[in-house]
């Protein structure tokens, strides 16, 4: 039987990679999907494979070292299987390295997870081949979901800091309130921000930059005045919410 | 004979110093002995939000290639249309195409390879500028009916030097001070830098107050001016070295973060230096964990090193494997620099 695989190298995203696979495996497109993990997505990904492969086992879900894969694509392939190359997440390299080694078995049907931006956010996001013959809405993960599929250390990392899922958006968020610290003396106030960089490095570095975003509550005036330390540096990544 | 190709990139929508800076290391390597050839066209592929920048790009290749190439440019759908409608790009053989734009561009390119049949039978190059800023990943795709064979080089980076002025100047940053070549330290400042070392932060800052008659403000800041004054003595390091850096956010006019000193190595990566010239641990601490936020830059972090100069005696007190933030006193800086060079 011809296997339709889909292959992508992953990013530290977590919501993303977990939303691509139960997209994949919802839709009647693919049979078989193959992650590939570099050193830093490695642990994740098989956590992620047993979780959801458990669940579903007439799909076949791998998740296989990059340089193995790139090393030897024939040991994880066959020539009879029809294969689909999801170009987005990761880094170039990555893509590029993925891309050739995919050749060496059969030139890949190319995706994306295709977005659509409106003024007020994103609309749609889909996986879709570039030959536009196949589309298909990526599927929403409910928040109880997503926790159920995290490592247990991260899903106790997000409940310490009050972390939200969005599942529109496939994103974690992670909100900053300042009016905790309203009438605090100027050093608590210094100790507050330098924790709040340590929790949001912390955040990443397990979510990565694309896998969060993070929000705070209107700027007290006093912080402006004193050109604070998160204002100062989180300016460009950070966006204020009226809350 | 030279063989006669065409230079394919996509107009960035921001980041314009980066892509040129890529398009100059692309015109370099069409005299790379593998490569060897001449540029005689140009393909810019842009859209409506980036047809200013492609503009822009045209003018600036036309400055760096004294044989004037001949520029085209082809417009394709915006982000959003992207993917409504299959596109065939007008990509042809012998093209030598940057790895630019964004992940859909390059899956675009990438699905031209296999899906257009204008290219059976040809053979087309793509460049990966690697952002380790050291070597160029080249990949280069023979075409047939059903075949996509793919060959792959790797080449030393030729041209790694951005220039920060640049950089800085695309992130909308003032720079307040140019630090001038220097090839030597004056004898006063070395013989401060020799004591300083030899000191605990608070004798010595007692030494710098009554030598130059100064109160504890006017010391950190003549330390900072000691500091400079080295670092100039150190150019042979250095491309460029600028202080007094501010940032300011969009058309906003609060300038929200002022930095010391960026320099640029000569390998290309950055230094981002902060002098804290205080004796009190807590403020080397929260200055420390200030450097750990990104740069408000369009560039590789992981080619930005940062160091935050201060008494040596404080140096001391921080273990150098700690953290990524490199915490030391003026008179060790030279060997950290050696460091920073040698580790690529």
Redesign the interface.
Known sequence: MVQKTLVFANGISFGNTCQIIQTAMASNLFSAAKILSSPETRGINSHLVSTLAANNTDFSLQSIPLNDFINNPADFLSTSDELN?L??PS???Y??ET??AL??IN??????V?E??TKSGISTREL?S???KDSVALVEISSDEIHKMLPSPVSSLLREHGIQWKGSTSRFNYHINFHSMKGRTPHTQ?KWE?KQ??II?QLREHLGIHGLTITHSPLPNHWQKQ?G?L???????IREVSK | MTKLRRLVFFSPLGGTQKTLHDVKTLITLFQDPQVQSELDRVLIFHDESTHRNAELMAREVNKLVSTKPDVQFHALPNMNAMMDNEIITPLQNDDIILASGSGSHLGLILHNLKTNSQLIGKSLLLVHPRPNGVSLGVYKYHLSFDEITVEKLDLQHPNPVQSLRGVLKESGAEIGEVYPRSDTLSQEYRRMVELESQQSAEDFRELLMSHYQISIERAGEKMEVIAGALLSSMYSHFTEIYGNILFSRGDEPLKFQEEDILAMLTNGDIIWFSSKYSIQSATINHERQRLLAKLPINFPDKRIHRVILTFSGMAEKYSQSEGSVLITGLASLHSKLDQFIERR
């Open positions: 190359f170009i987005g880094t170039v390299e893509q590029l891309f050739a050749c060496a030139p890949p049907r190319m995706w994306s295709f659509k931006r879709r570039f030959d536009v210094r330098q960089y340590a490095n050109n330390t204002r100062r540096l989180s300016a460009r990544q």
